[in-house]
């Protein structure tokens, strides 16, 4: 709760600790009623400290109950030391001191999910980013990095398993049926990254052995009920090993790594030093009970946890700042895992398209900050899609303007100079820098200017000379803060396509090349070019910009079917529809009959006629643009007309071709053994995106539906056909029955079941807010739970534009009492649910001036949180 207006920490005022903690040993007496913790630092001065006679200052939290302090073996008296509700302040230390503090806290009450806190039975921690100080009084900073001794105590009927960092040192039976384990961390590091886990867990156990030969164990913890769901994430685990020691020449350290699924979490899980903490939703895996969606997304967060081990944890930030270098550098390397385990170009499609529909919203919008942001008010609102996403954006950027052989270099030379270190985004440029000879001051722009640069490109050729002159304009959009902005450096990767495909672009034949452009305007002319080509630009996404260049449709459908980049073919296709559902939303808009476009049925007609071309990469260029991705594009987001238009295309699409899509749907609705591998799924998404159009059309898709409900072997083909009929009209009927029969089917799965209340959450048929205020009250839903509130609340609010942005203001009305309600319990899930009101300026009246107020009465609540007050009022 506030005091005070919350204070803002700047990047600038970053000063080193006067302090440092060379060991930590805790002691944790876990109890039904209270906990006792018991914190033993050998404490001394920071050398590189300009503060020789600086207090030592604790961070601590408000939940904190100290019962003692001793300094050297001396217990201090009340006035010997000063505490508030976040610092205990000890004075006039010497050189170095041994402070041993005594703290009860109650993580039963705890609701935050930060700190030590319960999840059903079990005890777990989350630290990160400052959830430390909510355990006992500490140096709660990253930069701050100590060696780890924890021993645990509770009753051994009711905490079986103890677990902590690094290795298991001793363990032992006390009186009073209570038992304790004291687990050792070798390796030095900060307090986010410490963990407990004590409770009732069975084990799923394999071994992995290392490149030099060393022998891992790997466990992963789970409820009992949930042992026949750990194998996939164990497979993900041993490949991600053996791809970081191939891929990037990084060893797992520990004798032990250990993952714990918890049901009670406010993200996907948490890289802490040899013990992993999962959200049951980003580890559990069993076809009967998980999409294919679900399996890529535990493969992806095993993947990215683990590959903090090197990527965080044994180079860490220097403070909270440099968040990006550990996770945009992260998600750079599990996005890489991902591609190699799976399609490179979907897994490329897939980033792009999350990238431009929520990281260019982002950056488009009231919180738009940089990569490594200058100013915050609570951290916890800067784990962000753009220090995320855009962040690994930066690293690909580096990958491709070094090559793969000095991006290696550059990486082990960050890895070895900074093992064991706490540092800047500096460190890491100056890694990239050192192996290239390369000057990346430009460069940096990246990390501090806000916002998507926009490219425009025009084209022209010389049919005498030969020539294709390419213009280049780059500019960047006001974004808070920073109204004007200097030119990037933006690798355009690119190519020429002519008549039958990709044409060479210098005497070596090189029919691909990334020209950066680091002007604002730059002209790159191209000779010995033989016919009139059609650039084929930024393949791959090559910068993290939006690309504007004068396609015409025959262009567009040129490169769809020529291009050698499938990426670039796919987002042809994109662009196609694109331009077709803008003009579409302008007619709805304004009543004018809405016509269908030839070429693009055309397109899509031969995209289903051909049997040999890869489903996946079909299925992906079915797909329209989601009316998420039509939001961030327009200008002013008509959320009816752009549905409209979209459903008509749709429908059009699903009229004309209906054979077409039939055939499709039959070809991949094939009996197989479920595996979680690219080809089926593809396959499955392609059969399934088949079926939705197939909805559509009278009479066919409602039987095809309900049959696949009934036969599905698997959650993929299951959850798609209740998708399809819960949104479809002319199935009530069977959508009721389904939806009770899944229900009744699953009651006992939670992650199932969250699921199910997603589906209903989405559904665009009118009546949303109702269905979803229903739910509310339904045994499956709880506030208590961040994935129930995600499922319900989030979905509606995120992904039902049409229910949310209702012409009554009611969709709107529903989050601000959901945030209000849910803010001091849970801030962080609370604070992520403000996001869809904070775009208001992008909505006609009369709802901009309902998000608005609705914004507004949030902010002006009493005791707001600072994470929402944050948000609240930077978006105003
Ligand atoms: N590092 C954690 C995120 C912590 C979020 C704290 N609010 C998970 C991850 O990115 O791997
Ligand atoms: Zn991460």
């Not at 000890?90 to 039963?108: F, K, M, N, R």
């Not at 990246?446 to 030969?466: E, F, I, M, N, R």
């Not at 005497?507 to 002007?519: H, I, K, L, Q, S």
Request: with cysteine; aromatic share 8%.
């Amino acid at each position: 709760m506030r005091d005070a207006l919350p204070q803002t920490i700047h990047l600038q005022d970053y000063k080193v600790s006067p302090f440092l903690i060379d060991k930590t040993d805790l002691v944790f007496d876990l109890g039904e009623d209270h906990s006792r913790v018991t914190a033993t630092l050998s404490v001394r001065r920071n050398p590189d400290s300009d503060e020789p006679s600086a207090d030592l200052v604790l961070h601590g939290s408000e939940g904190l109950d100290l019962q003692s302090v001793q300094v050297d073996g001396v217990n201090l008296k009340e006035g010997a030391y000063t505490r508030d509700s976040e610092s205990l302040t000890i004075s006039g230390l010497g050189d170095s001191a041994t402070i041993i503090t005594e703290v009860l806290i109650q993580p039963q009450l705890n609701t935050t999910m930060m700190g030590l806190y319960r999840s059903r039975t079990m005890y777990c921690t989350q630290c990160e980013a400052e959830g430390f100080r909510d355990i006992t009084y500490y140096l709660d900073r990253p930069d701050v990095m100590s060696e780890f001794t924890s021993k645990v105590i509770a009753d051994k009927v009711l905490y079986p398993v103890l677990l902590s960092n690094g290795n298991p040192i001793a363990s032992g039976d006390l009186d009073g049926g209570r038992h304790f384990v004291t687990w050792h961390d070798p390796f030095k590091k900060p307090a986010y990254l410490f963990a407990l886990v004590a409770g009732t867990l069975a084990v799923v156990e394999d071994s992995f052995t290392t490149m030099s030969g060393r022998d891992i164990k790997l466990q992963i913890f789970v409820e009992e009920k949930d042992l026949d769901k750990c194998d996939h994430a164990m497979l993900s685990l041993k490949n991600s090993m053996r791809w970081d020691e191939k891929t990037y020449g990084r060893e797992y350290d520990l004798d032990i790594f250990m993952i714990v699924a918890v049901d009670d979490f406010n993200m996907g899980a948490m890289e802490n030093k040899g013990l992993n903490i999962f959200n049951t939703s980003a580890v559990l895996a069993n076809p009967k009970t998980t999409t294919d969606a679900a399996f890529q997304r535990v493969e992806g967060i095993v993947a990215h946890e683990y590959f903090h081990n090197w990527s965080g944890n044994r180079v860490t930030c220097r403070d909270w700042f440099q968040l990006s270098l550990k996770e945009g550098f992260t998600v750079y390397r599990d996005s890489q895992f991902s591609a190699d385990m799976n399609s490179a170009t979907v897994k490329r499609i897939e980033d792009a398209t999350y990238l431009r529909t929520h990281q260019f919203a982002e950056d488009g919008g009231p919180m738009s900050h940089p990569v490594q942001p200058d100013s915050y008010m609570e951290i916890n609102n800067f784990y962000t899609l753009t220090v995320y996403e855009k962040g690994a954006e930066v690293v690909g950027m580096y990958h491709s303007l070094l090559g793969d052989e000095l991006f290696r270099k550059a990486t082990d030379l960050y890895f070895d100079r900074h093992d064991g270190q706490a540092v800047t985004i500096e460190e890491f440029v100056k890694a990239m820098e050192d192996v290239s000879g390369r000057d990346f001051t430009q460069f940096r722009r990246w990390y501090k200017q806000s916002g998507t640069p926009h490219l425009k490109v025009s084209s022209h050729y010389d049919a005498a000379d030969k020539t294709l002159t390419l213009d280049f304009a780059q500019s960047c959009p006001a974004t808070p803060g920073q109204p004007q902005k200097q030119a990037f450096v933006v690798p355009v990767k690119l190519g020429l396509v002519g008549r039958s495909g990709d044409l060479p672009l210098n005497a070596n034949g090189d029919t691909e090349m990334v020209y950066e452009v680091t002007e604002t305007n730059q002209q790159l002319v191209i000779e010995n070019i033989h016919e009139a080509p059609v650039p084929s630009l930024l393949r791959g996404l090559s910068a993290p910009v939006k690309l504007d260049y004068p396609y015409s449709s025959e262009q567009l459908a040129h490169l769809m079917a020529n291009d050698s980049d499938g990426f670039n073919r796919w987002d042809a296709g994109q662009k196609l529809s694109f331009s077709l559902l803008e003009k579409l939303t302008d007619d709805s808009l304004h009543q004018r009959p809405l016509v269908m476009d030839k070429q693009l049925v055309d397109a899509y007609d031969s995209l289903l006629s051909d049997a040999s071309l890869d489903p996946a990469m079909v299925d992906l260029m079915l797909q329209l643009p989601s009316e998420a991705q039509l939001h961030e594009e327009a200008h002013i987001i008509h959320v009816d007309a752009i549905h409209s238009a979209r459903k008509f295309v749709r429908k059009a699409l699903a009229e004309t071709l209906s054979d077409k899509f039939l055939a499709v749907y039959q070809r991949h609705n094939i009996e197989q053994v479920y595996a979680p591998e690219a080809e089926q799924i593809g396959r499955r998404s392609l059969k399934n995106v088949a079926l939705s159009y197939l909805m559509l059309i009278d009479n066919i898709g409602v039987d095809l539906a309900w049959k696949q409900f009934q036969s599905a072997d698997n959650m993929t083909d299951k959850a798609a056909a209740l998708s399809c009929l819960v949104n479809c009209p002319a199935a009530a009927v069977q959508s009721a029955a389904a939806l009770a029969e899944f229900e009744e089917q699953y009651r006992e799965e939670g992650l199932v079941m969250n699921l199910w209340l997603q589906i209903q959450a989405i559904n665009s048929q009118s009546g949303g807010l109702k269905r979803v205020e229903a739910l509310l009250e339904h045994s499956a839903f709880t506030m208590r739970n961040p994935n129930k509130i995600r499922s319900l609340i989030g979905a509606f609010c995120s992904a039902n534009p049409v229910n949310f942005h209702s012409a009554d203001g009611s969709g709107y009305q529903f989050l601000q009492e959901h945030i209000l309600a849910l803010h001091s319990q849970n801030p962080q899930v609370a604070a992520r649910l403000v996001t869809p009101l904070t775009r208001w300026k992008k909505f006609p009246e009369p709802n901009r001036q309902q998000m608005r107020d609705a914004l507004q009465r949030i902010a002006d609540e009493p005791d707001l949180v600072k994470d929402i007050y944050e948000i609240a009022t930077k978006s105003l």
